[in-house]
């Protein structure tokens, strides 16, 4: 597959604050393998770096993340990425093929959860636009979660017939509870931005003419604060909400996510999402 211009991913330092910007915007800031491991260097380095007091993720071109790349999966990722496999997928198994580019992208998403959440320092997510399927997985990650008014939330798997991966079957229940995580994994309702907030999924909301400058003022403070203490913080929150689990909950989701895009019904379902996007 022909890959797109440009380096997939930006990281920047503005003082103690660490700007990483998904940067494809063509394909709503969709990961494909070098997308994917582009995010895990950026986010291992700035969240490693003693000089670096705050983490901002943010999207280009009016999305944050649509998740994995489908258009990739559907053509069957790249020869190059998919080399490490033994034996490797042939053409003449595209369900095989499906789900090993899913395995190696969702593999470097896991391990950016991880150091996320490991990072001693907060993690914004600034979501300005769409953040669905594995783009709210990766935003809910985050420590905090900031959101423009145009923006909108969205599970998004069923359009494919995939089970949810990326953290977000970890972090949803946690965050509103296990009857209303099954309502947005099931009905997949379409969030916008205050919705979003009213169901805690979102810490602020902002006007999208304003969006940028608060969300680098939020980091800016957040940079400057008591990091020592913000990290000790952290830590104990996640250990009060089972945050021990995440990893092998990662995998889990992981190994869920293979099983179903190796499957008739997904190939089916990614036909039928092609169809409709036109």
Sequence with gaps: MEKLPGEPVRSERSGRLGIITLDRPRRCNALDVEMAQSLRAAALALARDEGIGAIVIRGSGGAFCAGVDLGY?????????????QPAPGDGAPGLRHAAVFKQTLEYLASTISEIRRAPKPVIAGVDGVAAAGGLGLALCCDLVVASQRSHFEWAYQKTALSGAEGITFFLPRLVGLRRALDLALLAPRLDAPRALRMGLVSEVWPDDRFEDELLALGRRLAEGPTAAYARTKALLESAVGGDWLEQHLGDEIAKLVESAGSVEFAEGLERFFERAG
């Design 73 to 85: 999966v559907r053509q069957g990722g790249d020869e190059r990425d998919l080399a490490y496999l």
